[in-house]
């Protein structure tokens, strides 16, 4: 799928990660958090912020093969908070609003996203409706030419560095898939939170870097003109966004074979019983498979970006590479673990820094369950009797 120009991209963000990255990862992930506003910034100049986004936003108007490329490519860094956080800023966060977005607010909120001038982030989830969108309970009232908006939302990456949310609420007592909207809440003024938003951290299994918080808004206002589109229509314009995020996701761990290479190079030095671990017919046959699987998810992941690129529905497509994603990756690291043994297990050995990275990628942007459900309407499984 790749031609020179993406391979270009790939090699640019993979010297970046060498240099401006991984060098400073340990640090970052024993601080629970890393410095977004700077690195945005450097990465923004780059343009790797705005791969997609239109040319006259500051991106550089390639198509979604593009940011695939950039994702596999971000999925090497030594800490995969960093990848996400920018994941989201690149695939989560701004594509309804460069696709569906007045020109004033992609001039106002996209341009700065793009140029690393601002750190953004996605307020889907909340404490009662993760996975089931339809069910989220913050809203916005009309108020004049404002909206007043009360609720929570929940698990929000980026949440507490983020100078402004892309929140999904509802906008009228309508039916669940029509009564939403997206709108673009700023979450600071002139540096300081912003009134009636309160921001509070979360600790996390894994993804230490990557800052996560609970937000709550107290009728928060908000001008009508940062509503992203047509009244109603959030939930949609979220379901096209979600494919680009999964899409994302699944790209980012086919770098997984970077953990499977490493753990080989590992046992050809670790002798037992007098002769290298790697010798092991098992382990050799499992690493195999191992990266048989690998590879099968990428033919998925390619075919899948192919057909949206083309224009296609790939709701199934991309459900699927994102639930074989997550688990595969989960489990290349649960056996790489368990072939470096007490190597493996010790807290600052990249293998169990990635065991628990990588377990969120069957959680967050839709649950294992939920992509399965997905699939199987897909499939015209559902209702049948």
């Known amino acids: 799928m790749y031609t020179a120009e993406h391979h270009s991209i790939m090699q640019s963000i993979r010297r970046f990660l060498a240099s401006e990255v991984d060098p400073f990862v340990d640090e970052w992930e024993a601080a629970e958090i890393f410095p977004a506003h700077e690195l ?5 100049r780059l343009g790797f912020l705005g791969i997609t986004k239109p040319t006259e936003y500051g991106g550089l108007g390639l198509d979604f093969s593009y940011a695939v490329a950039a994702g596999e490519a971000m999925g090497y860094v030594r800490a995969q908070g960093v990848s996400m956080a920018a994941g989201v800023q690149t695939d989560m966060a701004t594509p309804a609003l460069a696709a569906f977005g007045s020109d004033e607010l992609k001039r106002e909120f996209l341009a700065p996203a793009i140029a690393g001038d601002v750190v953004v982030c996605i307020g889907v989830s909340e404490q009662g409706a993760g996975s ?89 206002r908000v001008p009508v003109r940062h509503r992203i589109g ?42 037992a019983f007098g002769k290298p671990l790697l010798d092991n017919q098992f382990i050799q046959f499992k690493l195999a498979e191992l990266k048989t699987e690998l590879e099968a998810l990428r033919g998925l992941v390619y075919m899948a970006t192919q057909t ?37 297990y010790t807290w600052d050995n990249p293998v169990s820094r990635a065991y628990r ?10 649950a294992d369950e939920v992509m399965m459900q997905v699939i199987a309407k897909q499939m015209g499984l559902t209702g049948s009797r």
């Open 40 to 44: 945005f910034k450097k990465m923004g």
């Open 132 to 220: 089931d969108v339809a069910s989220l309970q913050t809203h916005a009232r009309r108020d004049g030419g404002d909206y007043l908006i009360s609720g929570a939302k929940m698990w929000i990456t980026n949440g507490t560095q983020a100078d402004w949310i892309c929140l999904l609420c509802n906008t009228s007592d309508g039916p669940m898939h029509k009564n939403k909207s997206l709108i673009i809440v700023p979450l600071k003024d002139k540096g300081q939170r912003a009134k009636g938003v309160a921001v509070q951290k979360i600790r996390k299994f894994g993804m230490w870097c990557s800052d996560t918080a609970q937000i709550f808004f107290d009728e928060v």
């Open 357 to 366: 990275d990588f377990r969120l990628c069957s959680i967050g942007g839709g």
């Open 308 to 344: 949206y690129v083309s224009g296609g529905d790939v709701v199934e497509l991309a459900s699927m590479a994102k639930l074989k994603a997550g688990r595969l990756s989960r489990e290349i690291a649960q056996w790489c673990m368990q072939f470096q043994g007490g190597m493996g």
């Open 230 to 271: 047509a009244e109603g229509m959030g939930f949609i314009y979220q379901m096209k966004q979600f494919q680009e995020e999964r899409l994302g996701a699944a790209a980012r761990r086919l770098a997984a074979i970077q953990l499977i290479d490493e753990t080989a190079d590992y046992l050809r030095q670790r002798i």
